[in-house]
C-alpha cells in the first residue's frame, strides 16, 4: 500500500535558522506531491504542490521543496524560518491517477523568537 | 465564495448518542473527501465521494456512513458515537482539474465522553 513517511515529529527551531522537513513516499509510479500547513487552530492549506516540471518548487511563505525522484523524496525547506511559521506541516501524496490523497503524520515545527 | 464550510465546530457527544456532521462546498466541485485528524497519525481518510449520490469507503470507515445527497453537501454520520471517535474531522472538496488540489474546510472537533 501507498504510504508517506515524515521523519520528523517534532521540531524546534530559533528564530532565522534553516529549516528541511523530510518526507518520504513509498509509491513507485508518477505522483503528485503537496505540503500543508495547519496554523494552530486553522485548517490546513497548500504550501506548495509538485506535479511535473522542475523539481524545485516554491511556494507561499517563502517555502521550497525539491522532488528527487530515485530518493522518494519531496523536502521541504526554509532558508530562515520566523515565529510565524510556528505550525504543523504535513507533506501528501497521490497517484497521478487517483483522486484520493495519502497524508504523512505530520511535523510540529515550533520557532522561538 | 465561502469555499468548504462544516458544521457544527463542536460537538461533544455522550458514548451511544448519534449525530451528524455536514460539509458544504460552492465551488461545484465532483469530488468530497471526509478526513479525521489525530495526534502523530496525520489525516486518514474516512469516505469519499467521487460525485452526486455516489460513496466510497477510505482508510478508516467503521463506525461512520456518509450520503451525497446533493452535489454542494457531503453528511458524516455517526450512528453510536464511540470514544475512540473522538477527533477532528476536516472535510475536502476537489474539482479533478490538473494541477488543483484539494480544499479543507475548517474543521470539526468532536469530543465523545
Known amino acids: 500500500a501507498q504510504s508517506v513517511s515524515q521523519h520528523n515529529h517534532h521540531v524546534i527551531l530559533s528564530e532565522a535558522a534553516s529549516l528541511e522537513l523530510g518526507c518520504n513516499y513509498s509509491y513507485g509510479g508518477t505522483v503528485n506531491l503537496f505540503w500543508y500547513v495547519q496554523y494552530p487552530g486553522q485548517h490546513l492549506q497548500l504550501l506548495l504542490k509538485y506535479f511535473s516540471g522542475d523539481p524545485l518548487v516554491k511556494g507561499i511563505k517563502g517555502f521550497e521543496a525539491e522532488f528527487i525522484k530515485s530518493k522518494f523524496s519531496f523536502n521541504l525547506r526554509k532558508p530562515s524560518v520566523q515565529w510565524s511559521d510556528t505550525a504543523e506541516y504535513f507533506c501528501?501524496?497521490?497517484?497521478?491517477?487517483?483522486?484520493?490523497?495519502?497524508f504523512g503524520s505530520g511535523t510540529r515545527l515550533l520557532v522561538r523568537p | 465564495n465561502a469555499g468548504v464550510t462544516q458544521t457544527p465546530k463542536f460537538r461533544v457527544l455522550k458514548t451511544g448518542q448519534s449525530m451528524t456532521l455536514l460539509c458544504a462546498q460552492d465551488?461545484?466541485?465532483?469530488?468530497m473527501y471526509w478526513y479525521r485528524q489525530d495526534p502523530g497519525m496525520g489525516l486518514r481518510l474516512i469516505h469519499y465521494?467521487?460525485?452526486?449520490?455516489?460513496?466510497a469507503k477510505g482508510e478508516v470507515p467503521d463506525g461512520y456512513n456518509v450520503s451525497r445527497l446533493k452535489k454542494q453537501n457531503f453528511l458524516l454520520g455517526l450512528e453510536s458515537a464511540a470514544p475512540s471517535q473522538t477527533s477532528v474531522y476536516f472535510c475536502?472538496?476537489?474539482?479533478?482539474?490538473?494541477?488543483?488540489?484539494?480544499?479543507f474546510g475548517p474543521g470539526t472537533r468532536l469530543l465523545v465522553l
Open positions: 475536502a472538496s476537489y474539482g479533478g482539474l490538473r494541477g488543483e488540489t484539494q480544499y
Open positions: 501528501a501524496v497521490n497517484k497521478k491517477s487517483s483522486y484520493k490523497l495519502i
Open positions: 465551488m461545484n466541485h465532483e469530488y
Open positions: 465521494s467521487v460525485g452526486e449520490g455516489t460513496t
